[in-house]
């Protein structure tokens, strides 16, 4: 685990330590299994074909939630993740990497509670951001 | 994909509710979803290691409500989708509480919002049901929007 960042070391800007996730069918099964979603599109080769796609497709869902690991990682162990928000524009595909990043855009104080607002968002090796989104955080303070 | 969508007939179904369940967040759970996402952060599974941190224990990662059957979802849906395909046009998740092992969360789901839209394909029909989770003790613990594209 990296160092626990604090609000003080937040600037508005700056991007945040990138996640990287090397997605394998393998994994696509192991998410199928967990989270209970058995859609054929995210394992079944054929089966996605015949539905139009190029091929199985990674679950919108585990895009999302390794976009909550890129946060839950940042925040470390005395910071919290108060809202992640997801929108799946495109497709992403087994045997690409993944690249997890965020950027700060704004930090403030409310109630007390010491927050950071982010963009957040997954690239693939093109450099596509095929899951935009939106997270707000709290972060411990030095003050 | 000359098919009838009768929407006012269809939105007359917002605000529909799902029949409450419950499920019981078991430490095994959350380490079955850690795995799957590959996130070894010892927070959600070292007992040890996390009583020292902010929430003093175990807790469950953000993304446990995103894994939907896992933790229930709450989808009513008094007509079946009229288009053949669909897909999941992402969410929004907020935490208000930590969800620790042992918690038993009542799972609740209403029918939030349907619009249509035109799209490259034709029409689109966005389905929005927001589903709320609330602990034994009564705090309401996150509140999610998720979309479905019908298409």
Partial sequence: ?143 | MAEQINLDEMKKAIGTQSEPSTIEIEKGMIRKFAEAIEDPNPLWQDEQHAKKARHGGIVAPPGLLMAVMMVGQGSPMPFRPPMPRILDGGGEWEYFKPIRPGDVLTVAGKLFDIREREGRMGKMLFIVSETTWTNQKGELVARALGTLINY
């Fill in chain 1, 1 to 143: 685990m990296a160092k626990q960042v604090y609000y003080e070391d937040v600037e508005e800007g700056m991007e945040i330590p990138s996640l990287a996730k090397d997605v394998t069918t393998q994994q696509l099964v192991k998410w199928a299994g967990a989270s209970g979603d058995y859609y054929q599109i995210h394992y079944d080769k054929d089966f996605a074909q015949a539905t139009g796609l190029p091929g199985v497709i990674v679950h919108g869902r585990l895009k999302s939630s390794f976009l909550g690991q890129l946060l839950s990682d940042w925040v470390g162990e005395e910071g919290t993740v108060k809202k992640v928000s997801v929108q799946h524009r495109g497709m992403d595909f087994p045997g690409e990497q993944m690249t997890c990043k965020g950027k700060v855009t704004k930090k403030h104080v409310q109630d007390g509670e010491h927050i950071v607002e982010l963009e957040i968002w997954t690239e693939n090796p093109k450099g596509e951001r095929n899951a935009p989104g939106s997270a707000v955080v709290a972060l411990p303070s030095r003050g």
